[in-house]
């Protein structure tokens, strides 16, 4: 039977295998303050001991507008690196935990609601998403750990684009620009994301931990470095016992076989 309890900003529902985190906060858009990052943090490792993978959505119109300014504003700078920090530590959980998380996106996801979403490993936008990095505008800079990780997914001409002009980017252009991986149908994300969680939550574990561990890894390393280092990870994966096992079920055609394209 599914747990499901709500803890103010955040509410927390496991559905088999596969844990929906909401933000909820949908008065203010689901802005993030540093009492909402402390409640993430605390869903992230309620997640990590207890779900295979992870839906993270939001509650009401809007995944998230993000970072709450008008706490932001009252801030000193050494305050300000702090908290900073925090939403990189707490993302990073996130990014670089145990297990997959896919992001449901609709309505606003802007500035820190972006970052928190560069964090998760796959992303699904329905038609009402909107993408933005306003901080120019704002008078501010990215704080969430947009610099790497957004300006990685799609570049750092498009995020200089957005942060300069106050360019917003429908759900069509985000897929274009990696920001999505998949786009559906307004209201359809959440499900759309179960469905790749619950294929995620059934793979072997090692499998999607070095998935999520090593390949970001690997792409900061030198040409040569990650092919030596990816030989270690492919040999250390494939001689686990659950590894032998599927490998035994498909070799012996006990194993689903791949759907191609277009087929039932």
Known sequence: ????????????????????????????????????????????ARAESEAKAVVLFGHGDHFCAGLDLAEHVKKTPIQGVHGSRRWHAVFAGIEHGTIPWISALHGAVVGG????????????????????????????FVGGGGSVRAARLMGVARMTDMMLTGR?????????????????EKGQAREKAHQLAEAAASNAEISNYAVINALPRIQDMAKEDGLFVESFIASFTATSPEAEERLRAFLEKRAARLKTPGSA
């Not at 917003?168 to 559906?184: F, G, M």
């Open 168 to 184: 917003v980017a429908s759900a069509e252009e985000a897929e274009r620009w990696n920001l999505a991986q998949y786009v559906v």
């Open 113 to 140: 609601g972006l970052e928190l979403a560069a964090s998760t490993h796959i992303r699904v936008a329905d038609r009402s998403a909107f993408f933005a990095l306003p901080e120019g505008q704002r008078g501010i």
């Open 1 to 44: 039977m599914a747990d499901q309890t709500a803890t103010s900003f955040v509410t927390y529902e496991l559905k088999g295998k596969v844990a929906h985190i909401g933000l909820n906060r949908p008065e203010k858009r689901n802005a993030i303050s540093d009492r909402f990052v402390e409640m993430i943090a605390e869903s992230v």
